[in-house]
């Protein structure tokens, strides 16, 4: 059974950076493709990014894009989501993902196990 642990988040002012990590606990991280997610108040949960089993070419959402860079140490099991220049619209819960799959993919549904989420929050 794969248990992942988000860490990192809290309450920054815009403009602000943060950065979240992802530790899984069971099984074989390097195999995993590796997504964020986050979840605003009364909105549906998004793709924020994914990153693939070697680290290369990681796949950003429209408005992650330039602002935020995901990275994965696959000897540190870990993976990062560093967030700059960070606006109030970035406030949400924030999940990471894994998935047993071989593509990055944008759908929450292609992934296999969920962290417990970390807060973020954004102030004006």
């Known amino acids: 059974h794969v248990q992942l642990v988000e860490s990192g988040g809290g309450l920054v002012h815009a403009g602000g950076s943060l950065r979240l990590s992802c530790a899984p606990s069971?099984?074989?991280?390097?195999?995993?493709?590796m997504g964020w997610f986050r979840q605003a108040p009364g909105k549906e949960r998004e793709f924020v990014g994914g990153?693939?089993?070697?680290?290369?070419?990681?796949v950003y959402a429209e408005s992650a894009k330039g602002r935020f860079t995901i990275s994965r140490d696959n000897a540190k099991n870990t993976v990062y989501l560093k967030m700059n220049s960070l606006k109030p619209e970035d406030t949400a819960v924030y999940y990471c993902?894994?998935?047993?799959?071989?593509?990055?993919?944008?759908?929450?549904?292609?992934?296999?196990?969920w962290g417990q989420g970390t807060q973020v929050t954004v102030s004006s």
């Open positions: 069971g099984g074989t991280f390097s195999t995993y493709v």
């Open positions: 993902a894994a998935s047993v799959g071989a593509v990055i993919s944008r759908f929450k549904e292609e992934y296999d196990y």
């Open positions: 990153i693939g089993r070697s680290g290369r070419f990681p």
